[in-house]
């Protein structure tokens, strides 16, 4: 019976903590529209990304940060040409 209670409150915690990284704002997609209006964060994401591709290279926030610095890019080309 013990050994019972003991297994369902293993459970019950595994249930519990299941979500809890979804919480967490820092740990969240962000998109690439969101990279592009937020471009402290994007070279902070990049940086990271550079230091740790093993791990990160294709993580979303990685992929979206890179497409993000691709159009900061072009628009920063498009505004020197007017």
Known sequence: MKA???FLLL???AAGLTGCNEADPS?????????FDHRDE???????CRDNPGELANTPNCVNAVEA???????EMKDALK
């Open 42 to 48: 994007l070279a902070v994401t990049l940086k990271a």
């Open 69 to 75: 610095r691709n159009k900061v890019t072009v628009q």
């Open 4 to 6: 019972k209670i003991s």
């Open 11 to 13: 459970i019950a915690l």
């Open 27 to 35: 740990r969240q997609t962000k998109t690439v529209g969101w990279f």
